[in-house]
């Protein structure tokens, strides 16, 4: 209290001087806290600068008259700045941590010498656009070093340790003394660089299922890389572009080649020594490419039906490309009148006329005529049994019946040929374009394309084909009804 009451008396007099004489200066005038018979010493146990909370910028305490050594508090960012290096005499830094930055707006400069050797941790997230080219990965340490390119100005400082030259372990070095592993990352060899193996060297990869050799590994697409052997004129060359191997020589392969694609130049020649091919797929192709006799021997596979040529293997015989099996083929059922395994079946009603063979010297055809003398449309049906063949795979995908006829006249209440037909299980096929079939001219061989849109048809099984005529007689005319030929095209299996 005494003391106290001493320091507020010495106070009051310093104002009450300075009131009395105004603008009076006190020479080696010193302050006196409170508890303290020493200037410039306190025995309280905190000193506040700016009690008042009026500071908006910095709160500084300054040193020498200069006012340019300082130790002060920036209100704004909440952080305190010394304007001077800090020599802590070989004591430790306790509890400290680097920078840390989260965005771009955080990362400090590192463009001028004074910004050499600063200290930066990234946060979760890369940052990218530092310095304008550099991008900054997640969780890392980085020191400026700000005389690389603007892409590296932040180095990564690696791993911290008592054996370390510039952040590197020395376990982390590759050394000729003694068996070594380079456990992970890439080994950059650069342009130009060569590596030279002596003689006896051997290079080993134990056999474990993830053993793999990259040549080229940049993901350029066209690349190609080349392995040479001896004086370079052996080579092992990768297509990018293509997706193939070549070797420019003679290979000999003693044990098994497993291969996706193989392909010998022209002229070369594959010996098996023969020995097996397994597993073996002919060339794929949408389309016949040219035959001729440069690819004389070629044998591919057709994958679709590509105009008459159904899918299927062909072989080139150095003019045509021919199929190298029956499988897939067109193939015909051909029926001349009279009809093998046929027969006339009135229907009973409307069957007066009469029904024979005749011969077309100018057409050079034999075929059935139909004619009847009554005023009425009359008509006969001719029944041909039809044994499908141990070969049918199916009905052409288009005009599977296909038959020559002529009328004498365009008109169907005249004359006309309607056409039926029974599968192999005895149930009526389903047809399209088979009634009211006439002359597309009067009195002219035409023919007729109908299709088979439904039924069952076994291999080695009878069907029947029904084939109605019917004509009149109006006035002194006939209106007669012919038929000369029955074609059943259809696609052949192995049989």
């Not at 060569?194 to 690349?223: C, E, K, L, Q, R």
């Not at 159904?310 to 009148?337: E, H, M």
């Not at 395994?341 to 409307?350: E, H, I, K, Q």
């Not at 009905?395 to 209440?413: H, K």
């Amino acid at each position: 209290m005494k003391q106290l009451l001493r320091s507020r008396y010495l106070a009051t007099l310093l104002v009450t001087g300075a009131l009395m004489t105004g603008l009076m200066q006190v020479a080696n005038a010193a302050i006196l806290y409170d508890g303290a018979d020493t200037p410039g010493v306190t025995t309280a146990d905190t000193f506040i600068v700016d009690y008042d909370d009026t500071s908006t910028g910095n709160i500084s305490l300054s040193f020498g008259s200069a006012g340019t050594d300082y130790f002060r508090f920036d209100t704004v960012n909440s952080r305190f700045q010394i304007s001077s290096d800090l020599d802590l005499q070989s004591f430790q830094l306790i509890n400290a941590r680097v920078h840390n930055v989260s965005v771009l707006a955080d990362v400090p400069s590192c463009s001028a010498a004074g910004d050499r050797g600063k200290k930066i941790y990234t946060g979760a997230s890369t940052i990218a656009n530092v310095n304008g080219a550099q991008t900054l990965a997640a969780n890392t340490e980085y020191i400026c070093n700000e005389t690389n390119a603007a892409a590296n100005r932040w180095v990564e400082t690696g791993t911290s340790d008592a054996d370390t030259l510039d952040g590197l372990d020395s376990t982390q070095f590759l050394r000729s003394d003694t068996s070594d592993n380079f456990t992970s990352g890439t080994l950059t060899f650069d342009a130009g660089t060569t590596v030279t193996f002596s003689p006896t060297t051997t290079v080993n990869m134990p056999n474990t299922a993830s053993d793999t050799f990259t040549v080229n590994n940049d993901a350029i697409d066209g690349d190609s890389s080349t392995l040479a052997f001896g004086d370079g004129s052996g080579t092992i060359l990768w297509n990018d572009t293509t997706g193939n191997f070549t070797l420019n020589n003679s290979t000999t392969v003693s044990g098994t080649l497993t291969s996706n694609s193989l392909v010998v130049n022209s002229g070369g020649t594959v010996d098996l020594n023969l020995n097996q091919v397994q597993d073996l797929r002919l060339e794929n192709v949408a389309s016949l490419p040219v035959c001729n006799a440069a690819s004389t021997g070629r044998h591919l596979y057709l994958t679709t039906q590509d105009g008459s040529n159904p899918p299927g293997d062909y072989i080139c015989d150095g003019t045509n490309w021919y199929k190298s099996s029956v499988a897939g083929t067109n193939n015909s059922l051909r029926f001349q009148a009279v009809f093998p395994d046929s027969v006339n079946r009135p229907d009973g009603t409307n069957n007066t006329g009469t029904l024979s063979s005749a011969y077309d010297a100018t057409n050079f055809r034999n075929y059935y005529n139909w004619r009847s003398n009554n005023a009425a449309l009359q008509d006969l049906d001719v029944v041909v049994d039809v044994r499908l063949p141990e070969d049918f795979g199916g009905w052409a995908a288009s005009n599977p019946i296909q038959l020559d006829m002529r009328t004498t006249s365009t008109n169907t209440a005249q004359n006309q040929l309607d056409v039926s037909g029974v599968d192999t299980s005895g149930t009526a096929m389903t047809l399209t374009g088979a009634t009211d079939l006439v002359s597309s001219a009067a009195n002219t061989w035409t023919s007729q394309n109908i299709s088979i849109t439904g039924g069952t048809f076994t291999a080695g099984s009878r069907m029947q084909m029904v084939f109605k005529f019917h004509g009149i007689k109006a006035g002194a005319t006939n209106y007669m009804t012919d038929l000369n030929t029955l074609r059943l095209n259809y696609i052949r299996k192995s049989p």
